[in-house]
Protein backbone atom coordinates (compact mmCIF):
# COMPACT_ATOMS: atom_id res chain seq x y z
CA UNK A 1 0.00 0.00 0.00
CA UNK A 2 2.58 2.36 0.99
CA UNK A 3 4.65 1.70 -2.63
CA UNK A 4 1.28 2.41 -4.01
CA UNK A 5 1.18 5.47 -2.19
CA UNK A 6 4.51 6.60 -3.28
CA UNK A 7 3.72 6.08 -7.09
CA UNK A 8 0.58 8.26 -7.14
CA UNK A 9 2.64 11.01 -4.88
CA UNK A 10 5.42 10.56 -7.81
CA UNK A 11 3.06 10.69 -10.52
CA UNK A 12 0.97 13.40 -8.98
CA UNK A 13 4.39 15.77 -8.98
CA UNK A 14 5.15 15.03 -12.30
CA UNK A 15 1.99 15.92 -13.93
CA UNK A 16 2.14 19.16 -11.87
CA UNK A 17 5.10 19.54 -13.07
CA UNK A 18 4.17 19.38 -16.79
CA UNK A 19 1.51 21.19 -16.49
CA UNK A 20 3.28 24.43 -15.04
CA UNK A 21 5.77 23.82 -17.60
CA UNK A 22 2.68 23.84 -19.86
CA UNK A 23 1.13 26.93 -18.82
CA UNK A 24 5.08 28.49 -19.13
CA UNK A 25 5.24 27.74 -23.03
CA UNK A 26 1.44 28.59 -23.33
CA UNK A 27 1.98 32.24 -22.04
CA UNK A 28 5.45 32.53 -23.28
CA UNK A 29 3.83 31.85 -27.26
CA UNK A 30 0.61 34.26 -26.05
CA UNK A 31 3.48 36.94 -25.92
CA UNK A 32 5.08 36.44 -29.03
CA UNK A 33 2.20 36.39 -30.95
CA UNK A 34 1.95 32.60 -32.09
CA UNK A 35 -1.87 32.50 -30.99
CA UNK A 36 -2.99 35.58 -32.13
CA UNK A 37 -5.47 35.52 -35.60
CA UNK A 38 -3.79 37.55 -37.92
CA UNK A 39 -5.22 40.21 -40.14
CA UNK A 40 -6.89 38.83 -42.95
CA UNK A 41 -5.87 40.16 -46.54
CA UNK A 42 -9.07 40.34 -48.51
CA UNK A 43 -10.55 43.51 -50.37
CA UNK A 44 -12.40 44.94 -47.37
CA UNK A 45 -9.31 45.49 -45.71
CA UNK A 46 -7.40 47.91 -48.60
CA UNK A 47 -5.65 50.97 -47.45
CA UNK A 48 -8.79 54.01 -48.03
CA UNK A 49 -7.48 56.20 -50.94
CA UNK A 50 -5.42 59.53 -49.45
CA UNK A 51 -3.48 56.77 -46.56
CA UNK A 52 0.34 57.58 -46.61
CA UNK A 53 3.07 55.82 -47.72
CA UNK A 54 5.13 52.93 -45.63
CA UNK A 55 7.59 55.58 -44.38
CA UNK A 56 10.31 52.55 -45.39
CA UNK A 57 9.04 53.50 -49.33
CA UNK A 58 9.12 57.68 -48.72
CA UNK A 59 12.53 58.02 -50.12
CA UNK A 60 11.20 56.68 -53.40
CA UNK A 61 9.23 59.59 -54.40
CA UNK A 62 10.00 62.18 -56.74
CA UNK A 63 8.78 65.52 -57.80
CA UNK A 64 6.36 65.98 -60.64
CA UNK A 65 5.41 62.09 -61.29
CA UNK A 66 3.64 59.48 -59.25
CA UNK A 67 5.59 56.58 -58.02
CA UNK A 68 4.33 53.49 -58.78
CA UNK A 69 4.75 50.36 -56.09
CA UNK A 70 5.26 46.88 -57.55
CA UNK A 71 4.62 44.34 -54.40
CA UNK A 72 5.91 40.83 -55.06
CA UNK A 73 5.86 37.57 -52.27
CA UNK A 74 9.01 35.21 -52.45
CA UNK A 75 11.51 35.28 -55.41
CA UNK A 76 11.46 31.80 -57.33
CA UNK A 77 11.64 31.30 -61.62
CA UNK A 78 8.28 32.25 -62.65
CA UNK A 79 8.72 35.10 -59.86
CA UNK A 80 11.74 36.38 -61.53
CA UNK A 81 10.36 36.59 -65.27
CA UNK A 82 7.11 38.43 -64.02
CA UNK A 83 9.58 40.58 -62.24
CA UNK A 84 11.87 41.37 -64.92
CA UNK A 85 8.65 41.89 -67.04
CA UNK A 86 7.54 44.90 -64.45
CA UNK A 87 11.04 46.30 -64.26
CA UNK A 88 11.48 46.80 -68.36
CA UNK A 89 8.16 48.41 -68.63
CA UNK A 90 8.61 50.65 -65.62
CA UNK A 91 11.92 51.86 -67.22
CA UNK A 92 10.14 52.23 -70.50
CA UNK A 93 7.70 54.76 -68.80
CA UNK A 94 10.22 56.50 -66.62
CA UNK A 95 9.41 59.88 -68.02
CA UNK A 96 5.76 59.23 -66.58
CA UNK A 97 6.14 57.67 -63.53
CA UNK A 98 8.51 56.19 -61.00
CA UNK A 99 8.47 52.83 -59.67
CA UNK A 100 10.04 50.60 -57.08
CA UNK A 101 9.59 46.62 -56.79
CA UNK A 102 8.73 45.29 -53.15
CA UNK A 103 9.47 41.67 -52.54
CA UNK A 104 9.11 39.69 -49.82
CA UNK A 105 12.25 38.21 -49.95
CA UNK A 106 16.21 39.00 -48.17
CA UNK A 107 17.77 41.99 -49.54
CA UNK A 108 21.24 40.03 -50.46
CA UNK A 109 18.61 37.84 -52.94
CA UNK A 110 17.13 40.87 -54.38
CA UNK A 111 20.35 42.70 -55.22
CA UNK A 112 21.92 39.64 -56.59
CA UNK A 113 19.41 39.46 -59.17
CA UNK A 114 19.26 43.31 -59.83
CA UNK A 115 23.09 42.75 -60.92
CA UNK A 116 22.50 39.41 -62.53
CA UNK A 117 19.71 41.21 -64.81
CA UNK A 118 20.95 44.86 -64.48
CA UNK A 119 17.55 46.31 -63.00
CA UNK A 120 17.68 49.72 -63.21
CA UNK A 121 14.36 49.98 -61.42
CA UNK A 122 14.67 49.94 -57.44
CA UNK A 123 14.00 46.57 -55.36
CA UNK A 124 12.82 47.16 -51.79
CA UNK A 125 13.65 43.86 -49.32
CA UNK A 126 10.30 43.24 -46.86
CA UNK A 127 11.70 40.03 -45.68
CA UNK A 128 9.39 39.99 -43.39
CA UNK A 129 6.33 40.84 -45.28
CA UNK A 130 5.30 44.11 -42.99
CA UNK A 131 4.67 46.13 -46.08
CA UNK A 132 2.62 43.58 -47.86
CA UNK A 133 0.28 43.60 -44.61
CA UNK A 134 0.44 47.11 -44.57
CA UNK A 135 -0.49 47.63 -48.57
CA UNK A 136 -3.13 44.23 -47.94
CA UNK A 137 -1.77 42.25 -50.89
CA UNK A 138 -4.15 40.10 -51.04
CA UNK A 139 -2.91 38.94 -54.46
CA UNK A 140 0.39 39.19 -56.21
CA UNK A 141 1.95 41.43 -57.77
CA UNK A 142 -0.21 43.99 -57.19
CA UNK A 143 0.25 47.40 -58.09
CA UNK A 144 -0.40 50.71 -55.54
CA UNK A 145 0.10 54.49 -56.98
CA UNK A 146 1.17 57.25 -54.53
CA UNK A 147 1.40 60.99 -55.47
CA UNK A 148 4.76 62.93 -55.52
CA UNK A 149 3.80 64.24 -51.71
CA UNK A 150 3.09 60.00 -50.83
CA UNK A 151 -0.62 60.05 -51.15
CA UNK A 152 -2.05 56.70 -51.98
CA UNK A 153 -4.25 57.46 -55.29
CA UNK A 154 -4.51 54.31 -57.17
CA UNK A 155 -4.93 50.84 -55.81
CA UNK A 156 -4.84 47.61 -58.32
CA UNK A 157 -8.20 45.56 -57.94
CA UNK A 158 -7.90 43.12 -60.20
CA UNK A 159 -5.10 40.65 -61.26
CA UNK A 160 -5.86 40.26 -64.77
CA UNK A 161 -4.14 44.18 -65.32
CA UNK A 162 -1.10 43.97 -67.92
CA UNK A 163 1.60 45.74 -66.83
CA UNK A 164 1.17 48.86 -69.26
CA UNK A 165 -2.43 49.06 -68.08
CA UNK A 166 -1.57 49.55 -64.16
CA UNK A 167 1.00 52.56 -65.55
CA UNK A 168 -1.72 54.00 -66.99
CA UNK A 169 -3.94 54.10 -64.48
CA UNK A 170 -1.57 55.62 -61.58
CA UNK A 171 -0.75 57.66 -64.48
CA UNK A 172 -3.86 58.92 -64.96
CA UNK A 173 -4.85 58.78 -61.39
CA UNK A 174 -2.19 61.59 -60.87
CA UNK A 175 -2.53 63.80 -63.57
CA UNK A 176 -6.25 63.01 -65.59
CA UNK A 177 -7.20 61.07 -68.41
CA UNK A 178 -6.86 63.60 -71.19
CA UNK A 179 -3.39 63.68 -70.13
CA UNK A 180 -3.41 59.92 -70.09
CA UNK A 181 -4.32 59.75 -73.53
CA UNK A 182 -2.15 62.12 -74.95
CA UNK A 183 0.62 60.26 -73.79
CA UNK A 184 -0.32 56.59 -74.32
CA UNK A 185 -2.72 56.78 -77.46
CA UNK A 186 -0.30 58.40 -79.34
CA UNK A 187 1.18 56.55 -81.93
CA UNK A 188 4.83 55.31 -81.81
CA UNK A 189 7.46 57.42 -83.68
CA UNK A 190 8.43 54.67 -85.89
CA UNK A 191 4.22 54.80 -87.14
CA UNK A 192 4.39 58.46 -87.80
CA UNK A 193 7.85 57.81 -89.40
CA UNK A 194 5.98 54.97 -91.90
CA UNK A 195 2.64 57.28 -92.43
CA UNK A 196 5.14 60.42 -93.58
CA UNK A 197 7.32 58.01 -95.88
CA UNK A 198 3.90 56.76 -97.43
CA UNK A 199 2.89 60.45 -97.67
CA UNK A 200 6.09 61.02 -99.55
CA UNK A 201 6.30 58.21 -101.86
CA UNK A 202 2.20 59.00 -103.05
CA UNK A 203 3.10 62.97 -104.01
Do not use: H
Not at 94 to 121: H, N
Not at 134 to 142: G, K
Request: proline share 5%; hydrophobic share 45%.
Amino acid sequence: MKKWNLAQAIWLIAAAVNFELLLFLVNGLKAEGFFARPKLMNPQNDPPIGSEIPNSLRTFLKPQKPLLVIVFGKCSECTIRNLNGWVLMLDRWAEEVSGVVVAEERSEVLQSYARQFGWKVPVFADEKGEILRQLNAYFLPRGYGFSCDGRLIWVQKSPAMNELEVIRSVVEAEKGKEYAQKVFDRKPKWAEGLEKAVKVQGR
